[in-house]
Nanobody, 117 residues
């Protein structure tokens, strides 16, 4: 059974940092494109960052502040978030895409990130 479990969210002041983790089971993350998404209240879900075979992609709003990485030995994907802003407040989701697919098929339950001003 494929499972993604996020952790590391919380409440932080503007300018602070958080590191999110996404522990995967039931598949090997090294074989799958992985991504972080977020959804703020009243807004649509948006992509934050993706990683695939070492290539990374970032939304313009987080470039230079967020870093995606993975530890294949731990089968875990991370999102290091620095210089957090109140507009980063959202539920953050980890997702995996079946290789060759066009959409992300597997999702975690999400972790809340709240940035206070």
């Amino acid at each position: 059974e494929v499972q993604l479990v996020e952790s590391g969210g919380g409440l932080v002041q503007a300018g602070g940092s958080l590191k999110l983790s996404c522990a995967a089971s039931g598949f090997t993350i090294d074989d799958y494109p992985m991504g972080w998404f977020r959804q703020a209240p009243g807004k649509e879900r948006e992509v934050v960052s993706c990683i695939n075979a070492g290539d990374t992609h970032y939304a313009d709003s987080v470039k230079g502040r967020f870093t995606i990485s993975k530890d294949n030995a731990k089968n875990t994907v991370y999102l290091q978030m620095n210089s957090l802003k109140p507009e980063d407040t959202a539920i953050y989701y980890c997702a995996a895409r079946v290789p060759g697919g066009t959409r992300f098929d597997y999702w975690g339950q999400g972790t809340q990130v709240t940035v206070s001003s």
